[in-house]
C-alpha cells in the first residue's frame, strides 16, 4: 500500500502536484521526483512520488485548490455595495457571481454567509480579474490568520473528491 504524500514544512497531508516551472524540475521529474505544493502552509518542495498517494488533481499557476460553493456573499468598498454568490473558493481567494459593476484593483470588505454558521466569514479582498465567468478576488490576508476561513476550506477540501495517485 502507498504510503501518503505530507508536508515536510507543517506535516499536513493536504498536498497536491504542482506542475514543473524550472528547467530543473522537469529533469528531476525523469526519475520521478515531482513539485508539490502544501495547502496548509502554502509550502511548495520536491518529493519522490513513486509509492506515495496524493490527490491527482494537479494545480496549473494557481497556488491553492478551487472548492465549488453555493454561498450568498455581500460586499463593500469606497461607494460600492453588492450582493452575489460565491462560486468557489480557496484559502488565497474566490469567484464571485453578481451584477455589480466592479473594476479590477478595486479592494472590497466581503462578508460570507458560511453554511450552518450565524456569522459571516468577513475578509479583505481585491479584485483580480472580472470576466463573464464571474468576478475573480485575491484575499489580502492569507488565509493562515484567518483561522475561520481556513477551516471552512479544510473541511470542503476533505469532502472534495480527490482520489489518490501514485
Not at 468557489?88 to 466592479?102: A, L, N
Not at 458560511?114 to 464571474?134: D, H, W, Y
Amino acid at each position: 500500500m502507498a504510503q501518503p504524500l505530507i508536508c515536510p514544512q507543517c506535516g499536513q497531508h493536504n498536498v497536491f502536484r504542482s506542475r514543473c516551472t524550472t528547467l530543473r524540475e522537469r529533469v528531476q521529474a525523469l526519475a520521478c521526483t515531482a513539485p508539490f505544493h502544501c495547502q496548509s502552509c502554502s509550502f511548495r518542495f520536491q518529493a519522490f512520488r513513486l509509492g506515495r498517494s496524493y490527490p491527482v488533481q494537479m494545480l496549473d499557476r494557481r497556488q491553492h485548490l478551487r472548492i465549488p460553493v453555493h454561498l450568498f456573499l455581500s460586499f463593500s468598498g469606497g461607494k460600492v455595495r453588492g450582493e452575489g454568490t460565491v462560486l468557489d473558493i480557496s484559502v488565497g481567494g474566490c469567484i464571485i457571481e453578481s451584477q455589480t459593476p466592479v473594476h479590477v484593483d478595486d479592494i472590497f470588505y466581503l462578508q460570507i454567509a458560511i453554511e450552518n454558521e450565524q456569522t459571516p466569514l468577513e475578509v479583505a479582498a481585491m479584485v483580480r480579474s472580472v470576466s463573464s465567468r464571474g468576478i475573480a478576488f485575491k484575499f489580502l490576508r492569507s488565509a493562515q490568520e484567518n483561522k475561520r476561513l481556513l477551516a471552512f476550506v479544510h473541511a470542503k477540501t476533505e469532502s472534495v473528491d480527490v482520489s489518490p495517485s501514485t
